[in-house]
Antibody
Framework: QLQLQESGLGLVKPSETLSLTCTVS??????????WGWIRQPPGKGLEWIGS???????YYNASLKSRVTISADTSKNQFSLKLSSVAAADTAVYYC????????????WGQGTLVTVSS | DIQMTQSPSSLSASVGDRVTITCRAS??????LNWYQQKPGKAPNLLIY???NLQSGVPSRFSGSGFGTDFTLTISSLHPEDIATYYC?????????FGQGTKVEIK
């Protein structure tokens, strides 16, 4: 059974960089059948796709965040990571990692999510 | 960006009722529409992909339909465990935008 687990600091100061890692077990991020993505959800609000990475290393990002986002992968550890720079209070959210199909681009497996709060 | 608009924003129904949620895209997305269920404090769970395909393990009382710009999620008979917020998501083009959600409650 595929499992995804987010990890990283839960509190980040304004203007600093948010860093999260997603560890995948029960499957390989090197699969050509899937992308691996990040989605966030501010408290009490809806879902926002941040970006995704393909097994080849190709990335694509939400244009609204593109200037601040970097997604990378470490296939040796079966992990992929998110960095979001210059954070502000509006970046406070639960951050989810998820597997995304390469045919229909649906998110079929999700991590449990991790709350990141931006505050001084 | 493609905008996704769900209606209603919330609804209250009785156990056993038929429940319908609508999702409209700001432009045609063919069948590239997915539905998710999110229970409080939990990650979203994929219910329907490509507009009408039931994800493995999802009860058959859930169904989806639609093409182009207008889509529907139907729960044929509401169960107490279906209390959740439901989101549509277009996967036609990046950014993969979500609807604002529909909260389903028991009357």
């Amino acid at each position: 059974q595929l499992q995804l687990q987010e990890s990283g600091l839960g509190l980040v100061k304004p203007s600093e960089t948010l860093s999260l890692t997603c560890t995948v077990s029960g499957g390989s991020i090197s699969s050509s059948s899937h992308y691996w993505g990040w989605i966030r959800q501010p408290p009490g609000k809806g879902l926002e796709w941040i970006g995704s990475i393909y097994y080849s290393g190709s990335t694509y990002y939400n244009a609204s965040l593109k200037s601040r986002v970097t997604i990378s992968a470490d296939t040796s550890k079966n992990q992929f990571s998110l960095k979001l720079s210059s954070v502000a209070a509006a970046d406070t959210a639960v951050y989810y990692c998820a597997r995304q199909g390469s045919s229909y681009f649906d998110f079929d497996y999700w991590g449990q999510g991790t709350l990141v709060t931006v505050s001084s | 960006d493609i905008q996704m608009t769900q209606s209603p924003s919330s609804l209250s129904a009785s156990v056993g009722d038929r429940v319908t949620i609508t999702c409209r895209a700001s432009q045609s997305i063919s069948s590239y529409l997915n539905w998710y269920q999110q229970k409080p404090g939990k990650a979203p769970n994929l219910l329907i992909y490509l507009a009408s395909n039931l994800q493995s393990g999802v009860p058959s009382r859930f169904s989806g339909s639609g093409f182009g710009t207008d889509f529907t999620l139907t729960i044929s008979s509401l169960h107490p465990e279906d209390i959740a917020t439901y989101y549509c998501q277009q996967s036609y083009s990046a950014p993969r935008t979500f609807g604002q959600g529909t909260k389903v409650e028991i009357k």
